[in-house]
């Protein structure tokens, strides 16, 4: 069974993301997520969920209980998604408005989970 460390590391370097992309989208320092694929920490349960999100895997993957991930995205399309995510609301607004697509409301939170 694999250990979390080495499957946060393999998941970075497969999709080519640096210490501090990641850490900028959960959230934390680079030395934080550095510290994770040493093996030396093990983040908090809310740090684990957006790793989980920004490499569309179930926690099952991400901390070794499972072997297989539910990836449903390929790895351009999660490029995409988290480029969006990362998104000022006015770049936001300007794709949705070049795709067709209309954004729910901003300040809500019927924001739908994928």
């Excluded at 992309?21 to 969920?49: D, H, M």
């Excluded at 539910?70 to 995409?80: G, K, P």
Aim: proline share 2%; net charge neutral; aromatic share 6%.
């Amino acid at each position: 069974m694999r250990n979390f460390s080495d499957i946060l590391r393999t998941l970075r370097t497969d999709r080519g993301m640096t210490l501090d992309e990641v850490a900028s989208f959960v959230g934390v320092t680079k030395a934080a997520i550095s510290n994770y694929e040493k093996g030396v920490r093990y983040p908090k349960p809310e740090t684990l969920e957006a790793l989980a999100d920004l490499f569309n895997v179930d926690l099952g993957y991400l901390t070794g209980r499972e072997s297989r991930t539910s990836r449903s995205l390929t790895d351009e399309e999660l490029r995409i998604l988290n480029a969006y995510r990362a998104a000022s609301e006015d770049t936001k607004t300007t794709i949705a408005r070049a795709l067709g697509v209309k954004r729910e409301s901003v300040a809500g939170s019927d924001a739908k989970a994928i």
